[in-house]
């Protein structure tokens, strides 16, 4: 594992503490003057930190304050902490530019060592990015300006071992750790001593060098306890325990010490690890031959990383390895199930990966874009200040000649009508603005739910067909004429699943990129009934689901009937799909003045009151199983509004869970001259 426990984050701050000096400060700043209130604000700002919201406005303040009385220091701390806001927020792209405005200021003040601190978080910045030499180059920096501080120059030597180790150039790692522990050793800074000790532990273990490794764990383990830090000892005995089964004689001793992390662990209320305790074990027992006690521990690791939503890559390998212990069992049917598990995570990590590519890019751009904004607002504020000017000059001058009074009223006046058609035309251009927000908004919604429905709910059929045709094509034999039977069932579901997304894509891409040609008429609502019910009455007969009608047969639609078969055949689909087996649908309508009502009603699974609002949202994120496990994207019910808003009509659903769902239209009767 990636230095295994090492980098996992430490940072558990003490809510009750920060609340009670944010607390105190908020009465101290009531008799403040203003210069002490910059002071106050910044210290709220730092004490809230991890409520980006809070910190942000006791920063914005500081801020206005220091600008206001020209506190120059004040100003170059606002904007670094501006960027350690946003650091903690993980918004890395947006930190590095605060720090970078806040280097100048800094500069101006002859601060070096916030200059240094600068370069030291902008390195940690690009770190979190992966951006590993923009790191070691901003941590380089800080080293030639904290030569002369020992702790900055540690703490730096240290952050870029971390990266050489994050690039695997092992040596390099190891010499900055020991120079940042020769620094350490020389101050008598025994924490940073035992933090490097640990760091260079990890490094050796990942260079397959154990003896090494024991070394300096025992070293760390040693000093987190003389300092009594409880949460990175717990860390170090975790550590110790992945490095002991390189010793075949070890393995109890190994299991011994991830129980004693997990005790440390729980004490300090760190439950959410227990799934990297039991993976440990789970591998140790599989080494030790105890094959169904391994099968106990990485399934009880599996339902812990599911329950507390850990990483894909952990996931992964808790899938490997229990693949390869239902090999070593003989059950290689479970033993391939588990390993199609493991390549369907590690898929998962790669689009992962791909989708952060992206989203780092656009984040690049949503920032050049803020900095154009900045410095637009700039502009029209230096320009008020010089119209402001020019005010207060004509008011001088119309005070000190009488003759000059008339012409002035005449120019306020002036001024003022055309402050007013300023504002007017102001009020329009922010009404078009706030519409292409809302226009984006929803086109990148759509965009989301495409790539959503791309990259999971088409491929996931397709892992089903390729899966079951696999064994079929290399196994046939093998299984039972029952499974065969089986396999065909799954891979033809899979098949429907896979037709009616594309289906429901291709009608949904036409709708939005403008293909699809609008042409009401008038339509007898009995043969659309007919025509959906068709396509889907195999589906029904699967689950022995009835399907019944109650409507006048002589009912007349004006509308376009591909749309409204689209819609009825969504809606019957979506039935069949939440009724359990041995259901019932029943389909109505009935003309009230010009509208025809519509109503697919089920005795299915219902939906809560909470889903039920989002259901024909573009943004929302409510996807379920049918009850066979049938697969779902959302996109149906999102077509049937389209369509049923082209048409003049409305769509809605009246639901409660376990008790079924009636799914409403509304569309336009027979136009009657």
């Known amino acids: 594992m990636r230095l295994l426990l090492v980098f996992i984050s430490l940072i558990f701050g003490t809510t009750a503490f920060a609340q009670t000096k944010v607390d105190s400060l908020l009465r101290v700043s009531e008799k403040a003057t203003n210069t002490q209130k910059t002071t106050i604000y910044l210290e709220l700002a730092k004490a809230t930190f991890k409520d980006s919201a809070k910190a942000n406005l006791y920063n914005r303040k500081a801020f206005e304050l220091a600008v206001a009385n020209k506190q120059l220091p004040e100003q170059a701390k606002s904007v670094y902490y501006t960027g350690r806001i946003y650091s903690t927020a993980r918004d890395f792209t947006d930190a590095i530019s605060y720090y970078e405005k806040a280097l100048p200021l800094f500069r101006q003040l002859n601060d070096t060592l916030a200059m240094a601190d600068c370069y030291r978080y902008i390195g940690i910045a690009n770190f979190n990015m992966s951006k590993s030499k923009e790191a070691i180059a901003s941590y380089l920096e800080g080293l030639k300006l904290a030569k002369n501080n020992l702790d900055y120059t540690a703490e730096l030597l240290g952050n870029i071992g971390l990266v050489h180790n994050e690039m695997d150039n092992m040596n390099e790692a190891i010499s900055y750790f020991r120079q940042a522990l020769s620094i350490n050793q020389s101050i008598n800074d025994t924490e940073s001593m035992a933090v490097n000790y640990d760091y260079l532990g990890a490094t050796y273990s990942r260079m397959k060098m154990p003896d090494s490794s024991l070394v300096n764990y025992h070293k760390a383990l040693f000093y987190f306890k003389k300092i009594r830090k409880a949460d990175r000892y717990a860390v170090s005995l975790s550590n110790m325990a992945w490095i002991l089964p390189n010793y075949p004689d070890s393995l109890d001793k190994a299991i011994s010490y991830f129980n004693q992390a997990w005790g440390k662990f729980q004490e300090l ?55 390869e212990v239902y090999q070593k069992k003989g059950d290689y049917k479970h033993a391939l199930e588990n390993q199609i598990l493991c390549s369907k995570y590690n898929d998962s990590i790669t689009e992962k990966q791909k989708f952060d590519q992206v989203t780092t890019l656009e984040k690049q751009y949503e920032t050049e874009k803020k900095q154009n904004e900045i410095i637009r607002l700039q502009a029209r504020h230096e320009l008020m200040d010089v119209q402001l000017q020019k005010n207060k000059q004509l008011k001088i001058l119309g005070f000190v000649t009488a003759s000059l009074l008339l012409l002035f009223v005449f120019f306020v006046l002036i001024r003022y009508f055309d402050k007013i058609k300023l504002n007017q ?120 689901i009835r399907i019944e009608f ?124």
């Open 425 to 544: 035309l102001l009020e329009h251009k922010n009404k078009k603005i706030e519409q292409s927000e809302n226009e984006l908004r929803i086109l990148n919604a759509a965009k989301n739910k495409f790539f959503s429905i791309i990259a999971h709910d088409l491929k996931n059929p397709f892992h089903t067909v390729m899966g079951y045709s696999w064994l079929l094509s290399k196994d046939y034999e093998r299984f039972t004429e029952e499974e065969r039977r089986k396999f065909a069932s799954d891979i033809h579901n899979s098949t429907n699943n896979i037709f009616r997304l594309l289906q429901n894509l291709l009608e949904w891409s036409r709708s939005q990129t403008g293909r699809l040609i609008f042409s009401p008429r008038e339509i007898e609502f009995n043969r659309i009934v007919e025509n959906s019910v068709s396509v889907l009455r195999s589906l029904a007969d699967q689950k022995n």
């Open 550 to 673: 109650n409507y006048n047969e002589d009912l007349i639609l004006f509308a376009d009937p591909l749309m409204i078969e689209t819609v009825l055949r969504n809606l019957i689909n979506n039935a069949i799909k939440f009724t359990p087996e041995n259901g019932l649908i029943e389909i109505t309508a009935n003309q009230i003045n010009d509208q025809i009502s519509i109503c697919v009603k089920d005795s299915g699974i219902g939906i809560s009151e909470e889903d039920a609002k989002k259901l024909f949202r573009i943004d929302s994120t409510v996807k379920r199983k049918g009850t066979n496990n049938e697969d779902g994207s959302g996109l149906g019910l999102i077509l049937c509004k389209e369509f049923v808003d082209k048409n003049n009509g409305t769509i809605w659903v009246n639901s409660t869970p376990d008790e079924g769902s009636s799914f409403f239209f509304t569309v336009p009767a027979k136009v009657v001259v």
């Open 269 to 323: 209320g760190w439950v959410h690890y227990e799934p990297n305790i039991q993976f440990g074990i789970a591998n140790i027992l599989n080494k030790q031959g105890k094959l169904e006690e391994s099968v106990s521990a990485y399934k009880k690791s599996i339902q812990l990383a599911n329950q507390f939503k850990r990483e894909f890559f952990l996931k992964k390998q808790l899938y490997q390895g229990l693949s």
